[in-house]
């Protein structure tokens, strides 16, 4: 603790010689200087009398200022200044507070001295209110060095914890609580009583304890297996026989694999919170095995796909669904391997990848995986990842030899001829200098980027959303030049312009929305341009974008909407049937269109699907529920009036045949892109809105969450 110089060490000292010298000069303070700080003061003291605590601040700064190493002038000043600004402004109690902490390290200030722990606690707030919460413990680490770890010192740090959302709260809370003792006549003890039971009336509140200063579940809360999919769980046949060798067991192993494929078939697991297809953990399992544990299995199923092929009509059941149910059959890999061709052949090269790789990992025929690794070569080719394309000769004997182009071919002359052809990666190419740049004024419409129609009648809930819009950096905004035009993108407004004419749209679309309301979707809205084509979420209902539409770039006109799709679409009026709201930018990929859309029935929702539309006419081609949680706050109506912020982005994620997605309402998961089966899914905490952005935003005490999209 230190008290005095004599406590200080050598270099203590003649820093604190230094400090005092200015003090010694000025210390004999003629008339004239008595008369100047006392004018300093009594303007000050006018101004916090007038109520305007920042000319009464400045006034003091400016004492502080001519003052300069007057101590007995600056002290007081600053505790002043703290007192005054202790409901805001939030600069000049970070203003009071650092100088005060600086004087102490600088042996000024004694750590008795309330004044050090009204300036340390203040900044400590003010750092995790900025959720600076690294930089809070640690100011917090140093005024329990200074003052010791009392239990004024512990409530800030469980209070920190609390704001942070972090695990170890509860239990400090618990530790301060056992401690605190309501007879202790402490001022800085009977601080934490009152911080955690507010006095009603001389009473305490422990209502208020239950309600806010208790642990309440956040970002960092462990989560268990999505079980609200409604999906069978089916465990304990996984159990029976995971442990078992394959090739003592091909008849049990071939018929559960007949089950696996059923729908909603998983395995859920609570300590990772996440659920996994029956037919996944299967296969990994057998891929896992030596050659021989499955050749018992391969003749089985080729056995039986051939029993099947003998009674099934012709035509009935799709490669893929065949493969699944016989994936250790020659005959089933073979068609497995045709669909792939097809596929690449129609450029879907990811889901053709995929089918490849099925074939690969699967097939013992030579000849087989042969076709196999070429058409995997051919399909990796054909992607953006060279990294991979490279990677996938590796291991591969350069002078072997595979079919090509009706004869064989070895491995190192098909790398140099598809190396040829790869597109020139982007990372070779020289990013361009800023002084190279032209800059370019846009002239965007006249118009709200987003809907916005607020009137007199809106009354309090006017100004709380408007105040609440303001609190956070909404970008609604977006910008992509395409071909020699260029697209200026909100959710209320699409506008094309010439890249060299920037001064006014070619032309201009309005969205038509019937409501307010739109705090829950106000990402970035940059929807992909494909060729000719915008693909968007367009028209709004209740503030929530509402249905998907592609747009012509050259005219502006709407090529198809999920407007005319019944089954995108079946009610007749707001509040009645079923419907889906787009919850991020359609992604387009392999020729194929993916959105994630709420399931709205009624006034509420009944989770997330992931859709995979044609880009050609808006058809859906397979659905595939991802979420069964309803996406509703504290005031249990969403999306239409609750009060919960959401902010969508490109949630979707195609690659190399498999999608994921990430829906903002709590869970990620991955499917299978070639016919939307769901392979796992996994639960992560829901995002608490801060108390410090609610308080300032809203008149009333709720509990809100924050729904933020993936990029």
């Known amino acids: 603790m230190r008290v005095g110089i004599g406590n200080l060490p050598a270099t203590g000292v003649l820093a604190a010689v230094f400090c005092l010298l200015p003090a010694a000069l000025l210390a004999q303070t003629g008339p004239d200087d008595t008369q100047r700080i006392a004018a300093f003061r009594k303007r000050a003291e006018d101004a916090y009398a007038a109520r305007d605590i920042e000319a009464g601040n400045l006034y003091l700064r400016e004492l502080i200022e001519a003052c300069a190493g007057q101590w007995d002038v600056a002290r007081p000043a600053l505790k002043r200044i703290l007192r005054e600004s202790r409901n805001g402004p939030e600069d000049w109690q970070e203003y009071a507070a650092l100088r005060l902490i600086a004087a102490y390290r600088a042996g000024r200030v004694l750590p008795t001295d309330p004044a050090l722990r009204d300036a340390w606690g203040t900044l400590i707030t003010l750092r995790g209110y900025q959720e600076r919460f690294l930089e809070a413990k640690a100011e917090i680490e140093a005024l329990g060095e200074a003052t010791g770890r009392d239990l004024w010192v512990r409530f800030l740090e469980a209070a920190l914890c609390w704001q942070a959302d972090s695990y170890e709260t509860e239990p400090r809370f618990a530790k301060v609580l056992s401690d605190l003792n309501a007879d202790d006549n402490d001022p800085y003890v009977r601080a934490v009583?009152?911080?955690?039971?507010?006095?009603?009336?001389?009473?305490?509140?422990p209502k208020y304890l239950e309600s806010a200063m208790a642990y309440r579940p956040g970002r960092l809360l462990p989560s268990s297996a999505p079980r609200n999919l409604y999906f069978k769980d089916v465990s304990p046949n996984w159990e029976a026989v995971r442990g078992l060798p394959p090739e003592i067991s091909p008849s049990q192993i071939h018929a559960l694999l007949g089950e696996a494929v059923e729908p909603e078939r998983f395995v859920a697991d609570d300590n990772t919170a996440s659920v996994t297809w029956l037919w996944a953990l299967i296969d990994r399992h057998l891929l896992s095995q030596e050659s021989g544990a499955v050749l018992s299995l391969r003749r089985l199923q080729q056995a039986?796909?051939?029993?099947a092929d003998a009674g099934r009509p012709p035509g009935s059941g799709g490669p893929i669904d065949l493969f699944r149910r016989y994936p250790w059959a020659e005959d089933g890999q073979r068609q497995l391997l045709a669909y792939g061709r097809r596929e690449m052949s129609d450029g879907r090269a990811g889901t053709a990848l995929r089918s490849f790789r099925d074939v690969l990992s699967h097939a013992a025929n030579p000849g087989l995986r042969s076709e196999a690794q070429v058409?995997?070569?051919?399909?990796?080719?054909?992607?953006?990842d060279r990294g991979e394309f490279e990677a996938a000769f590796r291991g591969v004997d350069p002078e072997g030899r595979y079919p090509w182009m009706g004869g064989t071919e070895p491995a190192r002359a098909i790398r140099e001829r598809l190396q040829a052809g790869l597109p020139a990666s982007a990372r070779d190419q020289p990013a361009p200098r800023l002084a190279d740049l032209d800059r370019r004024l846009v002239r965007i419409p006249a118009l709200a980027p987003w809907p916005s129609s607020w009137s007199q009648a809106d009354g309090l809930r006017w100004y709380y959303d408007t105040a609440l819009m303001k609190s956070l950096p909404f970008i609604r905004v977006g910008m992509q030049l395409h071909d020699g035009g260029l697209l200026v993108s909100s959710p209320n407004v699409l506008a094309w312009y010439r890249a060299d004419d920037t001064a006014a749209p070619v032309w201009q679309r309005?969205?038509?929305?019937?409501?307010?309301?739109?705090?829950?979707?106000?990402?970035?809205?940059?929807?992909?341009?494909v060729g000719d084509r915008i693909y968007t979420r367009w028209g709004h209902q209740n503030g929530s974008p509402v249905d998907v539409a592609a747009i012509d770039t050259r005219t502006g006109r709407q090529m198809w909407s999920t407007a005319q799709d019944s089954s995108w679409r079946n009610q007749p009026r707001p509040f009645w049937g079923l419907r889906h709201w787009p919850l991020n930018d359609p992604v387009y990929a392999d020729g194929r269109l993916y959105v994630l859309a709420a399931r709205v029935s009624n006034t509420s929702t009944e989770g997330v699907d992931l859709f995979c539309l044609n880009p050609d006419t808006g058809a859906r081609i397979w659905t595939c529920v991802v979420s069964g949680d309803e996406m509703k706050g504290a005031d249990g109506w969403f999306p239409e009036y609750c009060t919960d912020l959401a902010i969508y982005g490109n949630a979707v994620t195609p690659h190399q045949g498999a999608v994921y997605c990430a829906t903002g309402a709590g869970m990620v998961s991955r499917v299978d892109a070639r016919d939307g089966r769901l392979e796992w899914a996994h639960r992560y905490p829901r995002t608490r809105y801060p108390p410090r952005e609610r308080a300032s935003s809203y008149g009333w005490v709720g509990d809100y969450s924050i729904l933020w999209g993936a990029p």
């Open 375 to 384: 058409c995997l070569w051919l399909a990796l080719a054909q992607q953006e």
């Open 193 to 205: 009583w009152y911080g955690i039971y507010p006095s009603d009336g001389g009473r305490p509140n």
């Open 510 to 529: 309005t969205a038509r929305f019937t409501c307010s309301n739109f705090r829950r979707q106000p990402g970035i809205h940059r929807p992909p341009i």
């Open 304 to 307: 039986e796909l051939r029993k």
